[in-house]
């Protein structure tokens, strides 16, 4: 099972990114995936998760500046980050659950940094 993050930099406030994570090894289509991170001396957070079927679901403080996709042909998830700000600097991580009442699988990535300057 690999999944694998790009796209991190340094960007002005304001700016935008393009994260992608591809992934492989096992069958993304079944899975649920998503972006969180974590900023120095905190905790991991979610930013934002995509169903199997599209629903979608923000952190409140991401709200219309990040947007999740996915491409089930590709077996690949993107995070578009608009208006960025310098408390969106963290390392970000994909995710990918499959959870269910018997079993769960609960993969990440290795994380993309992203710093974002005032």
């Known amino acids: 099972v690999q999944l694998v993050e790009s796209g991190g930099a340094l960007v002005q406030a304001g700016g935008s990114l393009r994260l992608s994570c591809v992934t492989s090894?096992?069958?993304?289509?079944?899975?649920?995936v998503g972006w969180f991170r974590q900023a120095p001396g905190k905790q991991r957070e979610l930013v934002a998760s995509i169903t199997r079927s599209g629903s979608t679901n923000y952190a409140d403080s991401v709200k219309g500046r990040f947007t999740i996709s996915r491409d089930n042909t590709k077996d690949t998830v993107f995070l578009q980050m608009n208006s960025l700000k310098p408390e969106d600097t963290a390392v970000y991580y994909c995710?990918?659950?499959?959870?269910?009442?018997?079993?769960?699988?609960?993969?990440w990535g290795q994380g993309t940094q992203v710093t974002v300057s005032s």
């Open positions: 090894g096992f069958s993304y289509d079944h899975y649920a």
């Open positions: 995710n990918a659950n499959l959870s269910s009442p018997v079993m769960e699988y609960d993969y």
